[in-house]
């Protein structure tokens, strides 16, 4: 190995080196408590060092945030191959929340430290994995109406965006309020599914409601 890429590799390193101790920064104390002089202390640099690599504060954490959503798309990924549109709908209902529950410093990352940044992501960066991830949801209810089996004036991306609210809404419960343990994010997650896709059990009309 030549000098030249020696050094290219250390580089590399300390670039790693910095994202982790930040990632770790960031999950024990939120975005408001990561500084580049803090951030220094941590990993023993100069300050001057972390400016060799990134550009400031804001572009350490945009890069925990891309870093985190590529890896909320690799969970989802893999369950968006199913063909029938239900069954896709139901397994990615499950990747979603199962990430979630299984990395939650990741996903507090991603979606509940800094909603600046991440409404930046999405609007930002159309083939980032964040955007990608939501295309992913959008694309069952767009074969559904494809198929004939939605309303024509159904809209997918505004039926996948409260599918996504509902599933975040889930692990947000989850993982901020212990105290609802009655019923399992998995019950909840197929109660929301089963009302998307049938509608309240049971529903009768108001009385005095005229049969339409």
């Known amino acids: 190995m030549g000098i030249s890429e020696r050094k290219e590799r250390q580089r590399a390193e300390l670039r790693e080196h910095i994202l982790r101790v ?39 954490a945009r890069e925990l945030c891309i870093r985190g959503f590529e890896e909320f798309l690799a969970k989802l990924e ?5 063909p029938e549109p239900l069954a896709r709908l139901k397994v990615m209902s499950a990747a979603y929340v199962a990430f979630g529950l299984e990395h939650p410093e990741t996903y507090r990352l991603i979606f509940m430290e800094d909603p600046k940044l ?34 024509t004036e159904a809209q997918p991306a505004k039926l996948a965006e409260m599918l996504w ?38 529903l009768k ?5 005229r049969a339409r």
């Open 165 to 202: 609210a509902g599933l975040h809404g889930i692990v947000s419960l989850k993982l901020t309020c212990a105290a609802f343990t009655e019923t399992t994010a998995e019950m909840l997650r197929d109660t929301l599914l089963e009302t998307l896709v049938h509608g309240l059990p049971g």
């Open 78 to 82: 893999p369950a968006a191959v199913e």
């Open 22 to 60: 930040a990632r770790e920064m960031v999950v024990k104390e939120g975005f408001g408590a990561l500084s580049m002089r803090k951030l220094a202390d941590a990993v023993e640099y100069a300050p001057a060092t972390l400016y060799l690599h990134f550009e400031n504060r804001e572009a350490i």
């Open 205 to 209: 009309p108001a009385r005095g409601a």
């Open 118 to 151: 991440s409404t930046a992501l999405f609007q930002g960066q159309r083939d980032g994995a964040g955007a990608r991830s939501f295309g992913l949801l959008a694309s069952v209810f767009e074969d559904l109406k494809s198929a004939g089996r939605l309303a």
